[in-house]
Each structure stands twice: as C-alpha cells, then as structure tokens.
C-alpha cells in the first residue's frame, strides 16, 4: 500500500467518525428538545388544573391529551341520537348540578343547549392550536360579558361536565381524555373571568362616550335653546327696525358700503337659520351634506349600523 493510500483511507474514517459524531449530536439535540417541550407542556396542564384568571395566553397541550379528548369527544357526540340531544344532556347534567347556576339560564331550553353544544365543540376542535384556541376563547369571552363568571362558578360548571362525561363514556373517558377537559374547561373559565375584569370597563367608557356623542339630554337643552332662540329673535327685529330706519337717512352712501352691508346681512342670517349640529348623527348628516354625499341613501344605511356596532 502506498503513501498516498494510507493518508486517503485514514481521511475517510476520520470523515466517518466526525458523520458519526454529527448524528449522534443532532440526535441528542432533538431528544433535548422534545424533552424541553414536553416538561413544558406538563408544565402548562399542571398549571391548568386550577382555574387561572390572571393571564391570558396561548397554551399548548400535550398532542396525545388534546387527541384523546377530542376522541371522546367524538365519540360522546356519536352516541346520542342527534347533535340536539347532545346538546340535551349537557344542559340537564348543568342545570340540575348546579341549581346556582339555574338564575342565569333565561333562554329557552333548546336554545341553550346547541350554544353549550356548538361552544364546547368550538373549543375541543381548536385544542390543537394555540392560536386558534386563544381566537375562539377570546370569542366566546366577549359573547359572556353580560354574565358574572367567578372561580366557584366556574368549577361548578367544570365538574358538571367531568360527571356527565364519566357517567355517559366510562371506561372510554380516559385519564388523559379527563386531563384534557379539565384543563379546557379551566382555561376557558379563566379566560372568561380574566376577560371580564379586563376589558368590561373599556366597553363601559365606549358606550358612555357614545351616548355622550348622541346627546341623549338632547330634548332638554332643544327646549331651552328654543326659548333662548325666541327671545333673540324678538331682539333681532328690534334691531332690525332700527337699521332700516338708519339705511333711509342714509341712503346717500356709496354703492361699495351697500354691497358689503348686504353681503353681511345675508351671512348674518344664514348663520342664524343654521342648525349647529349637537349629536354624531346631526354632525355626520351635515359632513356628508358638505362632501356633496347629502342625498345618498348610502350614509343613511351606515349611520343606521353605527349604534348596533358600539
């Protein structure tokens, strides 16, 4: 064997061994990873299996977890007659575990159960994704802002729902499926609260702002300035007697004076003739007016919603 061979065969193993070496590394480097991602994971369903209303964030649960789950779930789904029976059951197991609970049930029965059917079944189908879970969550917070959900509540409704799903699955509802939908419902819960306390008093200040804008005492202030119109316009003719009177002695003025006194005049009742707008519609009406758009059935349409979307 020659030089050369030696030194190309003895390349090629220290070639081998540093390939082996960078497998090795990469290996442990992944295994290092998916053990970081699932301490955090455990972390996180750990956290979840107490109701927490003092953040608001994206969670990610365990895949086989949120798998299971969403299997029951299906499964749950699958063994009633109807989606509407499904919805059925929830609403009885709620209503009769939790007679607390029964002051907020106002809609009809029907009614309320395919909201708690078709609010679960958003929430369990968007387990996988943190993002889009957070997105449904947040949605459905706002739909609830009417209602007082606290800590106790919460776990009255959370537990009604473990019960329902132990008695009616069994065996088939898992500890893992179990663990899922405790931490679900905790997140959810949580959410809600965390929603409330939040963002209510920015609602709040929107809808006061708003009826400030639409001047709701606005009939009292038109009645006053009617009597205050009134008595200017008593003043206003007055006045006007005496500038006539004082245009007759002074009709040798020049015909420039006579212009401007007219032009003034004019400005002067237009600016008394003219409505000052005191609500937003009022303002918005008279914009449009003077962007030309003052016909425009359109802007009729669009200030009609305004009050819905506040």
């Avoid at 879970?133 to 009417?146: M, N, Y």
């Amino acid at each position: 064997m020659t030089m050369g061979e030696e030194i190309q065969e003895e390349t090629e193993l220290v070639d081998e061994e540093e390939g082996e070496g960078e497998q090795v590394r990469g290996g442990q480097e992944k295994a290092a990873e998916e053990e970081a991602g699932d301490t955090e994971q455990s972390a996180v369903v750990a956290k979840l299996r107490e109701v927490q209303d003092k953040e608001f964030v994206e969670v990610r649960l365990p895949a086989d977890v949120v798998e299971e789950a969403q299997q029951v779930w299906m499964a749950f789904i699958n063994s009633a007659s109807s989606r509407e029976a499904a919805g059925e059951a929830i609403y009885a197991a709620l209503f009769d575990s939790a007679p607390s609970l029964q002051s907020l049930f106002k809609t009809a029965r029907s009614v309320m159960a395919m909201r708690f059917m078709n609010g679960l079944n958003s929430i369990i189908s968007a387990a996988a994704s943190p993002s889009a879970l957070k997105v449904q969550v947040e949605t459905l917070g706002f739909q609830h802002l009417d209602l007082e959900v606290t800590v106790p509540r919460v776990v009255i409704f959370r537990d009604a729902i473990i019960d329902l799903f132990t008695m009616e699955m069994g065996a088939r509802f898992t500890s893992k499926a179990k663990l899922g939908f405790l931490a679900l419902l905790n997140y959810v819960g949580g959410a809600y609260i965390y929603i409330r306390r939040e963002y209510a008093v920015r609602i709040k200040i929107i809808n006061r702002s708003w009826r400030t804008a639409n001047n709701k005492s606005a009939d009292f202030m038109d009645a006053g300035a009617e009597g205050e119109e009134g008595e200017a316009n008593e003043g206003e003719g007055e006045e006007t007697q005496e500038e006539t009177a004082q245009e007759k002695q002074g009709g040798g003025a020049a015909q420039g004076d006579g212009v401007e006194a007219a032009r003034a005049s004019g400005e002067a009742k237009n600016s008394n003739n003219m409505k000052v707008p005191t609500t937003f519609n009022e303002m918005f009406m008279f914009n449009g007016a003077v962007m030309g758009f003052g016909q425009s059935t359109w802007m009729n349409i669009i200030l009609d919603q305004f009050d819905d979307i506040v």
